[in-house]
């Protein structure tokens, strides 16, 4: 005959309460919580395991823990020990920043600061396993300009609701968008593919150089529209026509674009900026702040190890790829994302 919950009384509910308010780990949580709803009396030891997220035998055996100790025979714990970690404590915290520094090349480079900061002499395998159970994986880095000041991109993130907020003032509705340009051209680009091992893979390839400029904005919130301008080159009576293009997508809103400060981008006074604009500079060199910079990949991606005769196809096939982007506004959030920008955009955001 299956085994049935007893009613566990007043008191048995009063000191599960009182253990929830004092403990706040996980696995703690899990335990009071199965203990809770049998207290209740209301739900089967089936419904309060698939509730849970434990086995029926787990409730039972939590139950007869605390009927036998009470919360505190409920949350013991018996814990027999396993081999010590290579890496524990302060040390840990400390490969786990250099990790996040790509400060290893090599495995090796891994292994002889294991070595060196405690004295452990771990054979390649092993530190490939502790790399891995870190969480660490092979990147290609990010290449970063010398002259690029890390304070002043913490500083535009911190600052941006207040900026924003400046460039609202008396604006019934707002939009605003992040701007970029990229060179598209002739000259081929070869990217990896996929392939059969032990085969060489050919891509076509002929040097051409004949260029052309991709201006693109996005919307970082509301409507996510994407705005495209093909240029032959760039200069800032082109960049000013891209930006009154932007403000007319919505001639009665205020439009805050947010830009880097290449010498061809119009300077916020500039007296060409369009009325119903506002300009945000970046920082120098924090390309890794503009959203937009995320389509110069998908485009790649596109046209890679392709050969194209005439600039106008080439153009064709960008036009193709991001179509979805422009005419699902979808599809430009989830590449907005949900870091730092869309956050700093909400905190400024009015109650």
């Not at 405690?118 to 002259?147: E, I, M, N, Q």
């Not at 064709?316 to 949900?338: N, S, T, W």
Request: charge should be positive; charged fraction near 25%.
């Amino acid at each position: 005959m299956a085994r049935k919950l007893p009613e566990l009384g007043e008191r048995a509910a009063a000191e599960l309460a009182a253990g929830w308010r004092e403990h706040a780990g996980a696995w703690a949580r899990q335990r009071l919580m199965v203990m809770k709803l049998v207290a209740q009396h209301e739900l089967s030891a089936a419904q309060i395991a698939e509730a849970v997220g434990v086995g029926r035998s787990t409730v039972f055996r939590y139950l007869d823990k605390f009927l036998e100790g009470g919360v505190k025979g409920l949350l013991h714990r018996e814990h027999k020990g396993g081999p010590v970690p290579t890496l524990q404590g302060a040390e840990r915290e400390v490969f786990l920043e250099q990790l996040r520094q790509g400060r290893f090349r090599r495995a090796k480079e891994a292994q002889a600061w294991i070595k060196e900061h405690t004295k452990r002499d771990l054979a390649l395998s092993s530190v490939y396993t502790l790399l891995g159970k870190a969480g660490g994986v092979l990147k290609v880095p990010r290449k970063t300009h010398a002259k690029k000041d890390p304070l002043a991109a913490e500083i535009f993130k911190f600052t941006l609701p207040e900026r924003l907020a400046e460039a609202s003032v008396g604006a019934e509705r707002v939009r605003l968008w992040v701007l970029d340009e990229h060179r598209y051209g002739l000259l081929p680009v070869i990217r990896r593919c996929w392939s059969l091992r032990g085969v060489r893979v050919h891509a076509p390839y002929a040097t051409k150089y004949q260029w052309g400029y991709l201006h693109e904005a996005m919307e970082v919130d509301g409507d996510n529209r994407m705005e495209l301008f093909f240029t032959p080159s760039v200069d800032q009576d082109t960049h000013a026509l891209f930006l009154r293009q932007i403000g007319e997508t919505d001639p009665h809103a205020r439009h805050i674009v947010i830009a880097d400060q290449a010498g061809f981008h119009l300077k916020p006074e500039d007296p060409r900026v369009p009325p119903n604009l506002r300009l945000l500079p970046l920082p120098p060199y924090c390309p890794e702040l503009n959203p937009v910079e995320k389509l110069g990949d998908l485009v790649k991606d596109r046209i890679c190890n392709q050969l194209f005769d005439k600039l106008p196809a080439l153009e064709r096939a960008i036009l193709a790829e991001l179509a979805p982007l422009r005419e699902c506004g979808r599809r430009v959030a989830q590449l907005i994302g949900h870091g730092w920008l869309l956050d700093q955009v909400n905190a400024g955001a009015p109650a």
